[in-house]
């Protein structure tokens, strides 16, 4: 009898650390897959804001397919980058330092992409 209740008690803590188990694989998955979802939505909103950062470059220098390539590649990589700061754990002073290095990175390789003419309408366009 005695024998009986130490298994019966042995069984019910087995299941108790399983329930427990599964409980917390359950609240995992739901929070990964929530944050798959967000990452999602921010890589949509980001190539969404590159296409329309290119369309108006290339509106407004008249890129060529070469130079429109290579500043698309530019606008991806920043934004990419600037996506990844602000997942960091910075203070804000210190982001913000690193997204206004990051924009200046990006002015100035947009400008080795371009024509003297080209050149002076985006410098001009910044202002």
């Known amino acids: 009898m005695i024998l009986k209740s130490l298994k019966f008690i042995l069984n019910k803590q087995k299941m108790k650390r399983i329930k427990t188990l ?7 998955t739901i929070s990964l897959s929530q944050n798959t979802q ?9 190539n969404i804001s590159v296409g329309d950062e290119i369309q108006e470059l290339t509106t407004l220098l008249e890129l060529n397919e ?3 390539l290579e500043i698309t590649n530019i606008l991806n990589g920043i934004s990419q980058k600037n996506m990844q700061v602000g997942s ?5 002073e210190d982001k913000e330092d690193i ?3 990051n924009n200046n990175a990006k002015t100035s390789m947009i400008i080795g992409q371009l024509n003297e003419a080209q050149k ?3 410098l001009e366009s910044l202002n």
Do not use: G, H
Request: negative net charge.
């Open 120 to 122: 002076a309408i985006y």
């Open 22 to 28: 599964v409980l917390f694989l359950i609240i995992s």
């Open 99 to 101: 997204l206004e290095r």
């Open 66 to 68: 070469e130079q429109v």
């Open 38 to 46: 967000d990452t999602e939505l921010q890589t949509n909103n980001t």
């Open 88 to 92: 960091m754990n910075l203070i804000q």
